[in-house]
């Protein structure tokens, strides 16, 4: 019964925590609100501010770029549209990824090539060690001599 | 006067240091003892110089000296004297000494241990940490001294120089430029020392692991003398990059804790580097086996370490921690390529003295899981530091810059992570050599059983997102192990000695703290995964301009704007305040105020959040700006942020882990020490 209750409680515990989680997005009404700029501005990095978001860069340079995308925004513009137009005025360093082509494409071949060489020599480090019998030396066997065992063992407990 | 004798105490350090490497290399190759003892003075006399050379600095940071040029760029009368203070590492200069400082403190309190049983070691030991530290004091000396002073030449150019130049006249301004607002928070006492600490004490292992190569010892004695050491760098290391999220939480105004920022990462990548040596020196301490892969760890720890002071210091990257930009980027890069390709060649020198004593018997023994442990740390390691380094390498051949971004390291990075997650569940129920994956799943099924009700409940609460499935049920996994590892070693000595649980589990973890200090750091992993998935998957955010009296919603929350007020402070800052009330499901909760402080001094504005904290979630807002005509309509961007202090909570678990993992092995070292001492003299 104990153990039915503990479970009942964690059970109920976690339904509370994933309340904690769930919140419904906020929507509003009518023309670009600053929500609709920011979802394309957190996509895009300005030159100077290097490394901040656009959304939440303080620079009175971020702030023009924002207003960009809201004049572009009510123009009609789709979000593709104009990170295109920033990436043609400014080059694909305002993107928060290059684009996978040319030379920038390593940057994303690159990670998985290592992973998976990684993956091929652990396996064949792994392989002989599998098949091979162990040798004979064991740092845990003791030796035969009482006294040097003792020894040993107790060298070793100090170091611990 | 008092510059002066600090310059002179970093001259004569850097003599000494360099002194020090070459007396005690000579003493070994010559065995000649008293040139070893020689050096070790010398590396002992390091410590108190670079105290002298601190105090230095900060007494002119404190006092107002303003004819010294680091006191002038980083310092003014309007700051408190506690940043003053943090002022030491608040800019190039400074921080290099006491980066040195540090290094020297350490490297003496090592130096201080009995060497009898590696008498052998200790003159390469001195040779390795002297090197690096004089060369670290060599760019106070040479490149960025903290001491220059100002002049006007007589052409009315302003100069620095610790001399007076030809025709110049000393120039002593009645105020700095201060401090970069960014860092006048009480989070720079910590946060930077943390990581300096974290750094430094990662030149310890490194020292003796090269001592080691060079003497060809090929037994695991460096890695049993530097246990501690390797543990306190790594708890730094860890609160630093803690301490480092919290201050941007805190300061940056962008509502998160991590940015994948080039520095952020820099200090991460050498923590990634030690956790693997961390864990792979425990299989090299059992079984004898990794020899060469942990002194590839030490090696890649110790050259990351150089590689991120390097990054932060060098200004090579343009980033909001790279705010010190100086010519000492190319000393840099030749002594990470020196040390690393030295520190190699003999590692492949050594290489056939280091062979295994044992073999892998099965993968799902203990072993075998570190080494996947190892390969998973190593992959996120290979993401960042190619993420970090790609932007540069596309600009030298393409000519074009480019941003390598939070989405690359994100979708790299999660799957690793959750790997890492999973085998923190398993590799706890293996053992050395014999585990099988039947043993291992007669251990598991129980907290996996239990582990099951995670995904229900959460799918029963409407959490589908499939990432947040997935990272929840494996850190639960993860949670519920540990705490049935834990209960059940508490009851097998509840049975056996009759203790109570309390009782019994304090005298587990006495037995073998390490082991049980390592689960209390996988538990607080697991909060901070927790947490990370909470903030990560489910923040959300609003941004509204307000008159005051109307409100915004953010899900069960609206936030009314009430009054703001703006004035000047005594301290130099213009304040924009504003004043919200804050009410959830309808009812008043909070009242916040968040600000902008413009700094006159450095005509720079820092944004602070007004934050209404809870276990469950944090209301975020930040006062993105003022209407400049109206100047009381004003506009507000406001985060959601669910469980994110669980990161904190779990930060402080983590280092509650590693204290008992560290010092409860001391003390029973010391008692083994006793026993030890007894049991000999009995036999």
């Known amino acids: ?160 | 006067m008092v510059a002066n004798i600090g310059y002179y105490a970093l001259i004569i350090t850097f003599l000494a240091s360099l002194y020090g490497a070459g007396a005690a290399a000579y003493g070994a190759l010559k065995r000649k003892p008293d040139f070893v003892e020689s050096g070790r003075y010398a590396m002992l006399l390091t410590g108190p110089l670079l105290t002298v050379a601190s105090a230095a600095i900060i007494w002119l940071l404190t006092t107002g000296h303003y004819e010294i040029s680091y006191v002038a760029s980083v310092t003014s009368n309007s700051m408190p004297t506690y940043l003053k203070v943090t002022a030491l590492w608040g800019g190039q200069e400074g921080s290099l000494v006491f980066w040195a400082w540090l290094m020297a403190a350490f490297t003496s309190a090592a130096s201080l241990r009995k060497w009898d049983r590696d008498r052998e070691m200790l003159p390469w030991f001195i040779m390795v940490t002297m090197i690096t530290l004089a060369f670290f004091v060599s760019l106070t000396v040479f490149f960025e001294n903290p001491f220059a002073r100002l002049w006007l030449s007589a052409d009315g150019q302003q100069v620095t120089a610790m001399l007076q130049p030809a025709g110049a006249v000393p120039l002593n301004p009645p105020d700095g430029r201060g401090l970069n607002p960014l860092l006048r928070h009480p989070g720079m006492i910590i946060h930077p020392p943390a990581l300096y600490l974290g750094f430094v004490a990662y030149v310890i292992p490194y020292g003796f692991a090269m001592a080691a190569l060079i003497t060809r010892r090929s037994d695991d004695r460096w890695i049993r003398i530097t246990r501690r050491w390797t543990l306190v760098a790594w708890i730094f290391l860890s609160l630093g990059l803690i301490l480092g999220g919290r201050w941007a939480y805190d300061v940056l105004g962008w509502g998160g804790y991590w940015g994948w920022d080039p520095v952020e990462i820099a200090a991460l990548l050498p923590w990634l580097a030690g956790t693997a040596f961390l864990h792979s020196v425990m299989v090299q301490e059992k079984k004898g086996m990794l020899k060469h892969w942990n002194m590839v760890l030490i090696i890649l720890t110790y050259a990351l370490v150089l590689f991120g002071t390097f990054l932060s210091r060098s200004g090579v990257l343009s980033s909001v921690h790279a705010f010190a930009k100086s010519a000492i980027g190319p000393m840099f890069f030749i002594f990470i390529g020196v040390t690393f390709l030295v520190s190699l060649s003999l590692l492949i020198n050594r290489w056939e003295m280091l062979k295994g004593e044992n073999f892998l018997k099965s993968m799902f023994s203990r072993e075998a899981l570190f080494l996947l442990n190892n390969f998973l740390f190593m992959g996120i390691l290979v993401v960042c530091f190619w993420g970090v380094i790609f932007p540069l390498i596309s600009e030298l051949i393409t000519g074009q810059k480019i941003t390598v971004g939070p989405p690359f390291y994100e979708r790299a990075n999660g799957p690793l992570g959750l790997g890492l997650l999973i085998l923190m569940a398993i590799a706890p129920l293996s053992a050395y050599a014999s585990s099988t994956w039947k043993t291992i799943g007669r251990a598991l099924w129980k907290p996996a059983l239990v582990t099951l009700l995670v995904p229900i409940a959460l799918f029963v609460g409407e959490i589908r997102n499939p990432i947040a499935l997935a990272g929840y049920t494996a850190a639960a996994l993860v949670a519920f192990v540990t705490l049935y590892e834990f209960w059940r070693g508490a009851m097998a000595r509840h049975r056996r000695h009759g203790e109570n649980l309390p009782l019994a589990l304090w005298r587990m973890a006495g037995r073998n703290p390490r082991r049980y200090g390592g689960y209390v750091i996988h538990l607080g992993v697991v909060l901070m995964a927790f947490g990370i998935i909470g903030i990560e998957i489910y923040q959300t955010e609003t941004q509204a301009s307000l008159s005051r009296g109307e409100q915004v919603t953010l899900g069960r929350y609206v936030m009314t704007y009430d009054d703001i007020s703006v004035f000047d402070t005594n301290d130099g800052r213009n304040v924009a305040r504003a004043v919200v009330s804050v009410y959830k499901d309808g009812k008043l909760v909070d009242e916040l105020y968040p600000r902008k402080d413009y700094y006159y001094d450095s005509q720079q504005a820092v944004t602070i959040p007004g934050t209404r904290s809870m276990l469950a979630d944090d209301f975020y807002v930040i006062l993105v700006g003022l209407d400049p005509d109206s100047r009381t309509d004003a506009t507000f961007k406001i985060y959601h942020n669910p469980l994110v202090n669980l990161i904190w909570i779990g930060g402080g678990v983590f280092s509650l882990g590693t204290i008992i993992a560290v010092w409860v092995s001391r003390g029973r070292k010391r008692a083994s020490k006793t026993s030890t001492a007894s049991g000999i003299s009995q036999a």
């Open chain 1, 1 to 160: 019964m104990r153990k039915l209750q503990a479970v009942m409680g964690i059970a109920l515990g976690l339904i509370l925590f994933s309340q904690a989680l769930a919140l419904p997005a906020f929507a509003q009404d009518g023309g670009p609100t600053d929500d609709d700029v920011n979802v394309i501005a957190r996509e895009l990095y300005c030159p100077v501010c290097e490394n901040i978001p656009l959304d939440v860069c303080p620079t009175q340079a971020c702030e023009q770029w924002r207003a960009t995308i809201r004049e572009k925004l009510v123009l009609g513009w789709s979000d593709e549209q104009i990170k295109d137009y920033f990436v043609d005025q400014y080059g694909p360093r305002v993107l928060a990824e290059p684009p996978a082509e040319g030379f920038n494409a390593l940057v994303y071949i690159l990670p998985p090539v290592l992973f998976a060489i990684g993956a091929y020599f652990l396996f064949r480090a792994v392989r002989p060690w599998r098949v091979e019998p162990p040798t004979p030396k064991d740092v845990s066997k003791e030796s035969d001599d009482p006294y040097i065992a003792q020894l040993e063992k107790e060298l070793r407990q100090r170091d611990e």
